[in-house]
Each structure stands twice: as structure tokens, then as C-alpha cells.
């Protein structure tokens, strides 16, 4: 009788452990027609691009919300909602305080505006005037006069004698700093706005009209003590008797974005505790120059696998570990919103099991689909090689590095294993024509799948133990036409105003040259850099091995280091 109840018992374990383990394989992942409806929502017209901090980003943000909560998701972000905010850029306005007084009068508004990034605060002194405040072998304005403690007017550009040589705003501004001005104020018609000139440095700063100019330099003009100074060939300082007090009172006035989060608990109380996050990016480049930018493969094709895996997972009852579906905003503008997940996560970090991140999942080819990775966990390969036995059709390119500048290395660089899943780069890759009729839907649908089984895998067993994975070894001669590598990526929060970066990518050059996220780069080698693809040629114009030197900001504080470049891997 006890033998045959414990033949019986055995028989139910047998029977219940082959339902759990049917039960996890029979999610039913999402088909191709619903991805390709997917990203068709996310790139029509209303969503003009889904650049963050824009009404088209904001209408995305919002039917992801939308869709999560439909899926019955809990909302994993603010107060109780599925958005997650956070601040995009550090926007500007000006005070009621800011002023030039000179004499015992105001210098009208219109003639003159502070630099976002200017110091805040009063500085007064006499006035100097000092030519294009340039300093070159064949022209130096600053070793022409003392300007400590002066309010110094420069004109913008630099002398035709320096011919088509380009010295930007923010070469002025240090200048004037390491050689102890009180101010500086540049002298062009167009006043800029606070956050076109957004980059700091620590000192008092603005921008002058040529009347504004002229109000300060009496007895002389702008123009007449240009035209000398051309003529001269040579700097000419010229002192003032004018004491001026200049005051930049500038206030904050952020713009935000968000990411949208959907938490899906755990179904097993001992593994609930613990959570894997599923993560995509959702944004894209806007509209750019009267042309949307789309952005169908990048990266509606990930959102879309994401969201179907939520709706999937919800419908199938839950896993025993908790499920954290997250879309991450202004990824294309420097990770910025897995930046500020992983710095305040829906769930804490360190009962994150993984984190998997779709980004441009959608054009794949040959049943190609590279997974990088694998090597930050110690289970995770063998997770990957049994996902990808399970979805036929699939030809698994799995990659141990997770080095690669997406939303996975966020996570990565905080200490949790991570896997990424990508089809490729093609033609189309941040151009216009970056449309949800090129995808390939059937290929995005065994993404999921792979996705899917990964998931299931990451449930059986303890949690993978984190690896820090050794950076490749990259070559310092280039072959093949592969460029020079810097290792960078732009936020895009000072456009035109130096190029402030938004990560590095770890064990690379910028790294090891000392390199953080939010440095805002402001040469490379001689050539200033205003935007990120004026850095992107400045690497490119160079060869891997080269020796660059490059200036940057920090804190309001310029520095000076060296990086050594490296062979591109892409």
C-alpha cells in the first residue's frame, strides 16, 4: 500500500513537473502581424520621429503607457504611473538680475544677453578691449595686454590673418579664464539663446550687440577699433575707462523626458523577490532639416518585441521571477534614460537576475541574430545555445562582449549581466528611410521567440554570477579601411556649443584618457568641435594608433588629455 502511494505521488510530480515545464514553453509569443501593427503605431504620423522631449515623443511615451496597462502590467514608474521622468537637458532662463550697469545706467536688454553656461554671479572691473581674444602662434591677443580682473570684449571669429582657421566660442571663454578675467564678452549681432551657448565654463560671460559694444567702448566704436585692428595685421589691445559691472542671473528651466515601465511580479515567492528586465528604446531621431526621421528598425522594432513580450507573459499568467519591461527614452542622445534607470531602477539592481535589451531587431537576414553578452554571466551562454535549439529558423551569432553603445551597457557598467540582441546595420541606419516596410516581421516575431526561451531559461537555476569581461584587444593599425575609434557617444544636450558626451564605452580610448559621461569636449587636436559629427570627422580624418590631444570641460573647468585611438570593430 505505501509502495503503491509512492509510486502514485511520484506519477502526480512527474505529471505536475511536465505541466509547469509545458506550461512555460506554450507562451505564445507574439506573430509577425502584431509587431508590424506595432511599429507601424509608433512610426506614423503623429509620432513625427519619437524624438524625447518633443510632443511626438511624448505621444509615444504615451501609448506605450497605454499599452502596458492594457497588458496588466503594475506601473513601475512615478507615483503610481507607468512614466518614469527624467531630466533631458538642463534648460535655461533668465533672471530678473541679469544686467550691465556702467556709469549708473542699465545697457538695455536687447543689446546683450549671458551665456547659459556663464558663471552665476556679479563681476566688475575695467573695460578691455582685446581683438579676437585668439591665441595662435601667428596671432595672440591675450600676450598682448594683462587681463586679470578686466571685463574684456572680443569680437567673434577670428582675424583674417588667420585665414579659414575657426576658433569657437568656447576656446574665448577658457582663454579668459586661465588668464584671470573678470568677464568676457563677445561682440556679435545675432544674441544668441541661453541654451545654444549651455556649456559651462567658470566664468562670467555673454554675448554683446555692436551697439551694446559701442556703450561700453566709448569714446570708441566697434567698428572703428576692428578696422584698426585688420588694418594692423597685428593684436591691439586698447584699455578703457569704463568701470562695468556685469551680472548673469540664470535659472533652470529643465526639459524632461521619460521612460515607460510595466512590471510584471513573479509568480514562485521564493524567486519573486529577484527580476529580469526586458529593456528597448523607443525614441528616435525627430524630424531633421523637414524630413521625419522614423526610425522603424531603430528602434520601433525592438519596442514592439518588448511590448509583445509583455502582453505575451501577461497573458500566460506570469513567471516565478518578476518581469520589468522597460523603454527606455533619449538613447539616441547618450543612453540617457537607462542612465537614470540604472541610477534610481523600478527594481533594485542588485536583485536584477539580467537585463535584455532589443535594439534594431528588425531586418534580419539569412535567419542571422547576433547576441552579445554572453560572457557577463556564467550561465548565460548555455541559456542562449538552448533558447536558440528551440526557435527553428534562427542562425545565433552569440558574442561574449557586451561592448557595444546601447542601453545593455548601462547595466553592464553597474554590475549586471546583460544580453543584446540585434539584426544588423543596414543602409537605412538613422536616415529617413528607416521605414516599417522594409522590416522584416517574420524575423522580428523569432526574435521574441529567442527572446522568450531566453527568459524562460534565466527561471530555472540560481542567478547567473556577474563577469566583468576583458575589453578585446584592439588594433592600433588599421586594415581593411577600418577607421579610428574613440570610443564616445554625444547627448546632444549643447548643440553647437562644444560636444558634451553622453557615455563611454567602457575599456575604450576615452576611457583610459580619463573620459566621463557629461564631459563636454571642446577640441580635438587643433580643430574645435561644436557637434558630434564634427567630432565623428575629426576621428576619422586620423588613424587608428594616432596619438590625439584633446581639451574638454569639466565642472566649468577646462582639461587637457590624450587618447590613443583604435581600430573600429563595427
Do not use: C
Not at 521567440?449 to 530555472?460: K, M, P, Y
Not at 575599456?507 to 567630432?535: I, K, Q
Amino acid at each position: 500500500m505505501i509502495r503503491r502511494r509512492a509510486a502514485i505521488l511520484v506519477a502526480l510530480a512527474l505529471l505536475l513537473t511536465s505541466s509547469v515545464a509545458s506550461a512555460r514553453s506554450s507562451v505564445a509569443t507574439p506573430t509577425a502581424a502584431e509587431l508590424q501593427s506595432a511599429v507601424e503605431t509608433l512610426t506614423a504620423t503623429e509620432m513625427n520621429g519619437r524624438r524625447t522631449g518633443t510632443p511626438g515623443g511624448d505621444r509615444a511615451a504615451a501609448k506605450l503607457a497605454a499599452w502596458l496597462s492594457d497588458a496588466g502590467l503594475r506601473p513601475g514608474g512615478d507615483n503610481g504611473t507607468f512614466l518614469q521622468s527624467f531630466v533631458l537637458s538642463a534648460g535655461r532662463k533668465l533672471g530678473p538680475a541679469s544686467a550691465i550697469e556702467l556709469g549708473g545706467r542699465h545697457l538695455a536688454s536687447v543689446d546683450w544677453m549671458p551665456h547659459g553656461g556663464s558663471r552665476r554671479g556679479e563681476a566688475r572691473g575695467s573695460v578691455l578691449f582685446l581683438g579676437y581674444g585668439v591665441s595662435e602662434p601667428e596671432w595672440d591677443d591675450w600676450s598682448a595686454a594683462d587681463a586679470r580682473d578686466k571685463i574684456v570684449v572680443v569680437l567673434d571669429g577670428a582675424p583674417p590673418r588667420l585665414g579659414d582657421r575657426r576658433v569657437s566660442r568656447l576656446d574665448k571663454l577658457i582663454l579668459a579664464r586661465r588668464h584671470g578675467a573678470a568677464a568676457l564678452l563677445i561682440v556679435n549681432d545675432a544674441l544668441p539663446t541661453l541654451d545654444a551657448t549651455a556649456a559651462p565654463v567658470d566664468i562670467v560671460s555673454g554675448t554683446l550687440t555692436t551697439s551694446g559694444a559701442d556703450a561700453l567702448l566709448a569714446p570708441r566704436t566697434a567698428a572703428e577699433l576692428t578696422r584698426e585692428l585688420n588694418q594692423a595685421g597685428a593684436p591691439r589691445p586698447v584699455a578703457l575707462p569704463a568701470v562695468v559691472s556685469v551680472r548673469a542671473d540664470i535659472g533652470s528651466a529643465d526639459v524632461r523626458g521619460a521612460n515607460v515601465i510595466g512590471i510584471l511580479p513573479g509568480t514562485d515567492p521564493a524567486l519573486a523577490g529577484d527580476a529580469i528586465v526586458l529593456g528597448a528604446h523607443y525614441d528616435h531621431l525627430g524630424q531633421q532639416g523637414g524630413d521625419v526621421y522614423h526610425g522603424a528598425d531603430d528602434n520601433a522594432s525592438g519596442t514592439a518585441v518588448v511590448v509583445g513580450l509583455a502582453r505575451a507573459f501577461a497573458a500566460a499568467g506570469g513567471t516565478p521571477r518578476t518581469l520589468v519591461f522597460a523603454l527606455f527614452g533619449a538613447e539616441e542622445i547618450g543612453l540617457v534614460g537607462s542612465g537614470h534607470y540604472v541610477r534610481q531602477p523600478a527594481w533594485p539592481l542588485g536583485r536584477t537576475v539580467a537585463m535584455l535589451n532589443f535594439d534594431m531587431v528588425g531586418r534580419m537576414r539569412d535567419g542571422k541574430l547576433t547576441i552579445g553578452g554572453a560572457d557577463t554571466g556564467d550561465r548565460l551562454r548555455r541559456i542562449v545555445n538552448d533558447a536558440l535549439a528551440q526557435v527553428p529558423g534562427v542562425v545565433g551569432d552569440i558574442r561574449g562582449t557586451p561592448f557595444s553603445p546601447s542601453d545593455h551597457s548601462r547595466f553592464y557598467s553597474a554590475g549586471t549581466p546583460v544580453l543584446f540582441f540585434h539584426t544588423g546595420l543596414h543602409p537605412d541606419y538613422h536616415r529617413a528611410t528607416d521605414t516599417a516596410d522594409k522590416l522584416n516581421a517574420d524575423g522580428m516575431a523569432r526574435v521574441a521567440a529567442v527572446g522568450a526561451r531566453v527568459v524562460e531559461g534565466l527561471h530555472d537555476g540560481a542567478r547567473p554570477a556577474f563577469v566583468r569581461v576583458t575589453p578585446p584587444a584592439r588594433s592600433r593599425r588599421g586594415r581593411n579601411g577600418d577607421g579610428p575609434w574613440l570610443g564616445v557617444g554625444g547627448d546632444g544636450r549643447t548643440p553647437g556649443d562644444g560636444v558634451r558626451l553622453g557615455h563611454i564605452i567602457p575599456g575604450s580610448a576615452a576611457e583610459r584618457a580619463g573620459l566621463r559621461d557629461g564631459d563636454v569636449l571642446v577640441r580635438v587636436g587643433d580643430a574645435p568641435v561644436n557637434t558630434f559629427e564634427e567630432l565623428r570627422n575629426a576621428i576619422r580624418a586620423r588613424q587608428p594608433g594616432d596619438v590625439v590631444r584633446l581639451v574638454y570641460l569639466r565642472d566649468g573647468r577646462d582639461h587637457v588629455t590624450s587618447a590613443t585611438l583604435e581600430r573600429s570593430q563595427e
